[in-house]
């Protein structure tokens, strides 16, 4: 194990170098505590906790704690265009995850700044979700911890660039790196982590859970795919997310079109585009969490390497045993 594996695993209070990422939808309370128990790290997805699983933050959070007594993370997407009213819900849920314990924060998105200064106050580790080298080198001189890499292979709205090119351009970087996206099975894990990565996150794997509560046909479309079943659309968020060529996907084709194009290459109006497109994507993820029928379902190009719904314990067990060789 390297030096940065265990430094990442003292960061997260983990024994194994596996992070369940935050998802919309997926990010259900006893999916987060099911990761951590089993020796994983699991992160909640704030917005998932309280509007799609219908938690009161703080009883989320304590309803996890029930559930295992090792650590987790929360996840804090900071949206510099969003408004206030957003801005002041993220602070008031940060100050309940430092008042409930909470030692790991992943940011997405806009500066950490602010996050980092309160979080080394109370001895939290933050991590980063970072696009490309620019924007990594900025966010390690912001004083994260560690950088979470999206790369392009990832579930949910996907990166920019491979998980070679990131260890490429920053393996001299000096704080833990994780691969995001792509990672399907133990051989992809032992992959990721003879490239230099200090650990991985995974969404789409743990997906297809026991414990994930996201529709059985879901978790069967992930079984059932391959690579190339995952198309890029976007319909959803503005940028590139991954989902499962499905016909609810092809609908219309896979690009926005030429008003929402348009807007989305005006500066000035691509907030609204996103906004609008964003508005639109989680009503039919909200649909397609727990309807059947409904099939947006987001996915990673690791699908071809994920064989059946297992209990997590089982999936974070297998991994496992490549860590031992
Ligand atoms: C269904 C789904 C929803 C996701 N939602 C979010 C989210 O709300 N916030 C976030 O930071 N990442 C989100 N992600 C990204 C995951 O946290 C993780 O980085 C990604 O799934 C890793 O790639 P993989 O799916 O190939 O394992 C989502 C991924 C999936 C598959």
């Given at each position: ?127 980063h979700d970072v ?49 995001a996206g792509g ?143």
């Open positions: 194990m390297t030096n940065l594996t265990q430094q990442f695993l003292a960061d997260t209070g983990a024994e194994v170098p596996i992070v369940c990422g935050p998802m919309y939808p997926g990010s259900n309370p006893e999916l987060v505590a099911a990761a951590s128990d089993a020796g994983a790290f699991g992160v909640v997805q704030p917005v998932a906790l309280t509007s799609l699983y219908g938690h009161d933050f703080r009883e989320g959070l304590q309803l996890i704690k029930k559930l295992t007594n090792k650590p987790f993370g929360v996840n804090f997407t900071i949206f510099g265009g969003a408004n206030k009213k957003y801005h002041e819900q993220m602070k008031e849920w940060m100050q309940i995850s430092i008042e409930e314990g909470v030692k790991f924060f992943l940011t997405s998105l806009g500066k950490p700044h602010e996050i980092v200064k309160i979080a080394k106050q109370h001895g939290i580790k933050v991590y696009p490309n080298k620019k924007v990594a080198l900025a966010m390690r001189d912001a004083g994260v911890d560690g950088l979470n890499c999206i790369n392009w292979r990832g579930g949910g709205q996907t990166g920019i660039q491979s998980a070679e090119q990131f260890m490429e351009e920053l393996h001299d970087i000096g704080i833990p790196l994780i691969c990672i399907g099975n133990a051989e992809d894990l032992q992959k990721a982590l003879a490239m230099g990565y200090a650990g991985v996150q995974m969404g789409t794997r743990f997906l297809a859970t026991l414990e994930c509560k996201v529709s059985e046909a879901y978790k069967k479309a992930i079984v059932d795919a391959v690579e190339a079943d995952i198309v890029w659309t976007n319909k959803i968020a503005g940028n590139n997310s991954s989902m499962i060529k499905t016909p609810d996907i092809m609908k219309g084709g896979l690009r926005t079109g030429p008003i929402i194009s348009y807007m989305l290459k005006k500066k000035s109006l691509k907030k609204y585009a996103r906004m609008y497109l964003m508005s639109q994507g989680l009503k039919k993820y909200n649909k397609a969490a727990f309807d059947d029928s409904v099939q947006w379902w987001q996915a990673g190009k690791g699908v071809g390497n994920i064989k059946s719904v297992e209990s997590v314990g089982d999936v974070v067990k297998s991994f496992q045993s490549v860590l031992s060789k």
